[in-house]
């Protein structure tokens, strides 16, 4: 989801809104090349707005999100850690707890 590392809020809401109307589990790793997820685009370039969005939007999913690994066994967390981006770490923390 290029939107997600672009920072672009209201069009990541409108995918969102259209893969929820489809049904379709965007926010499953198994769905990316690389198990790359929108939440990791968005740890990459520090949009933590972007970032809470997805959460939010995951519901029950959030925390497997949150926690899921791409190919090379990094999670997002482990993204926003790398980039230093502190606010970003913290909320998937956060997220990955519940």
């Given at each position: 989801?290029?939107?997600?590392?672009?920072?672009?809020?209201?069009v990541?809401?409108?995918?969102?809104?259209?893969?929820?109307?489809?049904?379709?589990?965007?926010?499953?790793?198994?769905?990316?090349?690389?198990a790359?997820?929108?939440?990791?685009?968005?740890?990459?370039?520090?949009?933590?707005?972007?970032?809470?969005?997805?959460?939010?939007?995951?519901?029950?999913?959030?925390?497997?999100?949150?926690?899921?690994?791409?190919?090379?066994?990094?999670?997002?967390?482990?993204?926003?850690?790398?980039?230093?981006?502190?606010?970003?770490?913290?909320?998937?923390?956060?997220?990955?707890?519940?």
């Open positions: 989801m290029r939107p997600g590392v672009d920072g672009h809020r209201a990541v809401t409108l995918l969102l809104r259209h893969f929820g109307g489809a049904a379709v589990p965007w926010y499953s790793p198994d769905l990316y090349c690389d790359f997820t929108p939440l990791m685009a968005a740890a990459v370039a520090n949009r933590l707005e972007v970032a809470a969005l997805l959460l939010q939007e995951a519901g029950a999913h959030a925390g497997a999100l949150a926690a899921a690994t791409n190919r090379y066994g990094q999670s997002a967390w482990q993204i926003a850690a790398r980039k230093g981006c502190r606010q970003m770490m913290q909320l998937l923390a956060t997220a990955a707890a519940a």
